[in-house]
């Protein structure tokens, strides 16, 4: 639809490639870790696995970090694509909040210890699922964008569907905690938790967006 050339953004170049390859696995491990850690709360409360997984979460964050710098330094030593440069990094910074959005939620089950009622757990496990999902179909445009981008509107298109997804399951376990007997500031805690998973979908959302816009300028 839109003539997207195909080329690589990296041009001759490996390292950019294998570093930003290096960084989207980090992003898509988190978010499988990040489901397994919610599972593992609702069921056994805070541990000592939960809290290892929790620590889990937090070298890879750091390890993203790493990466980021070895990018910014790659950048500017390879010749990219006119205007590429500011793309990559704005990209990645923007990749960068979303797993500090996993690690603030962990930090917050781990600190705050809500107490979701076991008729809450299959809904709650199903909206991790979701933004998960979501995660990972963000991590397939971001390979598209820097691979192939004729692909990019059909991963993207998947992203939009699972965070629309994640609203709808938002807004049900929320009616469903505000129609239960418990008391209203448990109910306002537990709808916090709830809001704030559902919105790592709206900034899976957002990044998309901004990758269809650059692969758009690419295509120009």
Avoid at 39 to 53: A, R
Avoid at 145 to 165: I, L, Q
Avoid at 178 to 183: A, V
Wanted: glycine letters at 4%; charged letters at 30%.
């Amino acid at each position: 639809m839109f003539g997207f050339k195909t080329e690589s953004l990296f041009g001759q170049t490996k390292q950019l490639e294998r570093e930003i390859d290096q960084f989207v696995d980090i992003l898509s491990e988190v978010g499988l870790v990040f489901k397994s850690i919610v599972s593992l709360y609702l069921n056994n409360g805070n541990s000592d696995k939960f809290d290892g997984m929790v620590e889990q979460v937090r070298g890879m964050e750091s390890k993203a970090d790493k990466i980021t710098k070895e990018v910014e330094r790659t950048l500017y030593e390879e010749t990219l694509i006119p205007d590429a440069r500011s793309d990559v990094l704005r990209l990645l910074e923007h990749m960068d909040e979303l797993i500090g959005m996993y690690q603030g939620n962990c930090y917050h089950f781990s600190i705050q210890k809500p107490d979701f009622p076991k008729e809450f757990h299959r809904d709650l496990i199903s909206l991790c699922e979701t933004v998960v999902n979501c995660v990972e179909s963000l991590c397939l445009t971001v390979r598209s964008f820097f691979r192939d981008t004729k692909s990019v509107r059909d991963d993207a298109h998947k992203v939009t569907f699972y965070e629309k997804e994640s609203d709808i399951q938002f807004s049900s376990l929320a009616r469903k905690i505000f129609d239960s007997k418990l008391p209203l500031d448990q109910k306002m805690h537990l709808r916090y938790f709830v809001e704030k998973i559902d919105r790592i979908c709206d900034q899976a959302e957002d990044i998309a967006d901004e990758i269809q816009i650059y692969a758009i300028k690419r295509s120009i």
